[in-house]
């Protein structure tokens, strides 16, 4: 007779408390949160509930967004504090319980460089696309080197001085805004300068209509920064119709003069029914402008009018810059130089002139620029930052294309920072332009 088969029984392990370390840290997040008496110590009571409950170990914060309660900022602080734990405890391998834990840490470390991995594939992804459709010029392999040829001269930049009292201040018109020196005597521009005695120049200026610059007698020029853009309010009515608004803001953004400064100007008869646009339109560009493209804005009555606020700002600078040193700068290191009360950096007007000339033919990304700009809340300096990280429509699209969630995608954009204050785009315009260019109806 056989033995009766003995009995099996099913044992099952489970951890009493498998994620210690990520439950101990948010316990440290609820006392800080109830010391302040923050809303945000429910939501991380909440969170807490939801880990105890979990039977499995979790390697990282971000593991944990797919229990309830967790959200993208609890997840980053986990993996903040895990982070400085792994630095701090990776030369002490001696206690038991720090050894059960290096798996969990090896397991953090071969996630981030999965992580690594995959961007480093989505960048390869990315620039095999736009070399495919053209964007991007295929980088080849450096050959061996060719036999000299004849390089143009380039201009050696060399820096110079202008001296306390060594140069004037000068103001430089535009040619469009007169009538020309042969007929100074008829223009009313020139004629308001003479009356008021301002020094001036009419030149050439490839963006604005008015600038101001300091002249040594050695004729070196440098030029101060502050700029004006002149408008009647018709002009500027029938600027914003044809897009040369947002092209003239953008120009005068990027010409390396911070100080830029809008000035508009009545049309004379007081007749405001004919400008082709509602005044309310009008007002609300000026408004734009003064606050999305931190332009200082002026309003006047005539041309005479205007001509006296340019004999005010001349003596005005030339108050500012009686006992000051100035310095010659390249246009490309002006934001990385500080000014004093006695010293500033300037660029040589040669150099102002030749990079602010309209190009014959636009790139690809000044078209995205002022594609940007035609939506709503969009200002020049949000359009930049955007372009400055997707250079192309289709690198957004692709990086699009990419994310794996579509809250994700839609939040692409919003932490990239614009302008002086480095404040965030937003999620509504991240939103809006995720639905622009990736054909997705908002309901």
Known sequence: MCDPEPKRTRITLTRTCPNPLFEKWLNEFISEAEKKDAKSQFQLKKALTSLQKFPLPLNTGRDCIILEGFGKGICSLLDQKLEKYIKNNMRTVGNENIVELSESFRSSEVYLKEQRKEKEEILQAVTKEL??????????????????????????????????????????????????????????????????????EVRRLSVGDFLWIAKNESGKELVLPFIVERKRKDDLASSIKDGRYYEQKYRLKNCGLSNVVYLIESIGNGNEQHLGMPVQNLIQATVNTRIQSNFQVKFTENNPH???????????????????????????????????ATMEYLMEFEEFNKASTKKGDPTVQEIFVKQLLQLKGLSVDKAIAIVEVYPTPKSLQIAYKNCFLTKDAENLLADIVHGPLRKPIGPAISKTLHQLYTNKDPS
């Open 131 to 200: 070399v495919k459709d053209g964007i991007v010029p295929l980088r080849k392999k450096p050959s061996a080197p060719k036999k000299s040829k004849k390089v143009p001269n380039t201009k050696i930049f060399e820096p110079f001085t202008f001296e306390t009292g060594s140069y004037e201040i000068i103001l430089l018109v535009d040619t469009q805004e007169t009538a020309g020196k042969s007929k100074s005597h008829l223009d009313r521009t020139i004629q308001e300068l003479n009356r008021y005695n301002v020094k001036f």
């Open 306 to 340: 205007s001509m006296m606020y340019l004999h005010t700002m001349t003596e005005f600078l030339k108050k500012i810059y009686r006992e000051k040193l100035l310095v010659s700068c390249l246009k490309a290191d002006l934001e990385k130089k500080e000014k004093s």
